[in-house]
């Protein structure tokens, strides 16, 4: 996502990352395998024994280098795993305070290999792995999130997990209060309601496409200045910087903002 390059953040080197090949790098040792276009038609890339798959491309991973390099985030919470290798790749470039990443599916023997190679590298109980969480339920990731991080404000969330309107709106409502005024939340994949698929997946049909929360985001932030200190978007990702406005992390519904008249639901007295 192209677009994250300017925001403005305090500068910090990030860890070197060599590329060695168009799809394949490495970051202290450790060697990962991005994202291919065949991924999609059935001709995926063939993910090493040893590597760490990131379900992201090339352009999408220097992004994130350069992001890293100059937000410097210290807390991060992830939503979405998959194949557990942008969970290794924030690890590897913030060596974070902590790091909480968190998917529906179980993730057991993956979540046993993210956290062994956190140890590695001297992350130890940095780095939380959590499967079987509902990126939807609100109530649980506030459990997580006052569990993980107390009272200390989150720097970074990524949200590259459902997709979906609803969950991923559910998640927004309770996790962007607690992001610390210049502080990022990153929504990718925005877009895959309007791109042309050929036969329509039954699974996604019936979905509010993703795009929807872009635009309540941005009627928000035009309604309540301060919420957000600048919203972009691109075409893999909408980056969504924190303002200083004070919000009210139990009471905050983005989509109530869509109007002038609900500005009690972000602060409520």
């Given at each position: 996502?192209?677009?994250?390059?300017?925001?403005?953040?305090?500068?910090?080197?990030?860890?070197?990352?060599?590329?060695?090949?168009?799809?394949?790098?490495?970051?202290?040792?450790?060697?990962?395998?991005?994202?291919?276009?065949?991924?999609?038609?059935?001709?995926?890339?063939?993910?090493?024994?040893?590597?760490?798959?990131?379900?992201?491309?090339?352009?999408?991973?220097?992004?994130?280098?350069?992001?890293?390099?100059?937000?410097?985030?210290?807390?991060?919470?992830?939503?979405?795993?998959?194949?557990?290798?942008?969970?290794?790749?924030?690890?590897?470039?913030?060596?974070?305070?902590?790091?909480?990443?968190?998917?529906?599916?179980?993730?057991?023997?993956?979540?046993?290999?993210?956290?062994?190679?956190?140890?590695?590298?001297?992350?130890?109980?940095?780095?939380?792995?959590?499967?079987?969480?509902?990126?939807?339920?609100?109530?649980?990731?506030?459990?997580?999130?006052?569990?993980?991080?107390?009272?200390?404000?989150?720097?970074?969330?990524?949200?590259?997990?459902?997709?979906?309107?609803?969950?991923?709106?559910?998640?927004?409502?309770?996790?962007?209060?607690?992001?610390?005024?210049?502080?990022?939340?990153?929504?990718?994949?925005?877009?895959?309601?309007?791109?042309?698929?050929g036969e329509p997946d039954p699974e996604w049909v019936p979905e509010i496409p993703l795009s929807r929360l872009i635009v309540e985001i941005v009627l928000a932030s035009a309604?309540?200045?301060?919420?957000?200190?600048?919203?972009?978007?691109?075409?893999?990702?909408?980056?969504?910087?924190?303002?200083?406005?004070?919000?009210?992390?139990?009471?905050?519904?983005?989509?109530?903002?869509?109007?002038?008249?609900?500005?009690?639901?972000?602060?409520?007295?």
């Amino acid at each position: 996502m192209s677009s994250i390059s300017r925001f403005r953040v305090r500068p910090k080197p990030s860890r070197a990352l060599t590329w060695i090949s168009d799809d394949r790098f490495s970051i202290n040792g450790a060697t990962f395998q991005a994202l291919t276009e065949g991924f999609f038609t059935g001709n995926g890339p063939v993910v090493g024994e040893n590597d760490f798959f990131v379900c992201k491309f090339r352009s999408e991973i220097d992004d994130y280098v350069e992001l890293f390099g100059r937000l410097a985030p210290e807390r991060i919470f992830e939503l979405g795993v998959y194949g557990g290798g942008s969970t290794v790749l924030f690890a590897e470039l913030a060596r974070p305070r902590k790091l909480v990443s968190i998917d529906l599916d179980p993730l057991v023997q993956l979540r046993e290999r993210i956290e062994r190679h956190a140890s590695a590298i001297g992350l130890g109980r940095a780095v939380t792995v959590l499967g079987g969480v509902d990126q939807g339920d609100r109530k649980e990731l506030a459990r997580i999130a006052a569990e993980e991080f107390g009272e200390c404000a989150l720097d970074l969330v990524v949200d590259d997990c459902s997709h979906l309107y609803e969950p991923a709106r559910q998640s927004f409502n309770e996790l962007f209060p607690r992001l610390r005024a210049g502080g990022m939340y990153i929504i990718e994949d925005w877009r895959w309601g309007h791109i042309p698929r050929g036969e329509p997946d039954p699974e996604w049909v019936p979905e509010i496409p993703l795009s929807r929360l872009i635009v309540e985001i941005v009627l928000a932030s035009a309604t309540l200045p301060g919420l957000a200190e600048e919203v972009t978007v691109g075409p893999n990702g909408a980056c969504i910087t924190r303002g200083e406005a004070s919000l009210n992390s139990v009471a905050f519904d983005v989509s109530s903002l869509t109007r002038a008249d609900h500005l009690d639901a972000a602060n409520p007295p």
